[in-house]
């Protein structure tokens, strides 16, 4: 997994430029999702996919507790 602060997966995000319709928030429950079911794969490293959904949930508890506007201002570059 290539993806290490959340300032990556916020910028990923922007720069996917998905518009309007898909906000930060589902993007990433997807992300974690995706990573979840990959922990189920024996021949992948485990470490860097649990990493990536510790990231994931601190982005999304932000979200929650400041909204989604001030997290994309906060991580934006």
Do not use: A, C
Not at 19 to 44: P, Y
Request: hydrophobic share 35%; no cysteine; aromatic share 6%.
């Amino acid at each position: 997994m290539g993806i290490q602060s959340r300032t990556e997966y916020v910028n990923f995000f922007i720069n996917l430029n998905m518009g309007e319709g898909t906000n930060l928030l589902n993007f990433l429950n997807n992300e974690k999702r995706i990573l979840k079911l990959k922990l189920g794969n024996k021949s992948i490293e485990k470490e860097p996919l649990k990493n990536g959904i510790k990231i994931l949930e601190e982005l999304v508890k932000e979200i929650n507790d400041h909204g989604e506007k001030s997290v994309l201002e906060k991580y934006e570059k």
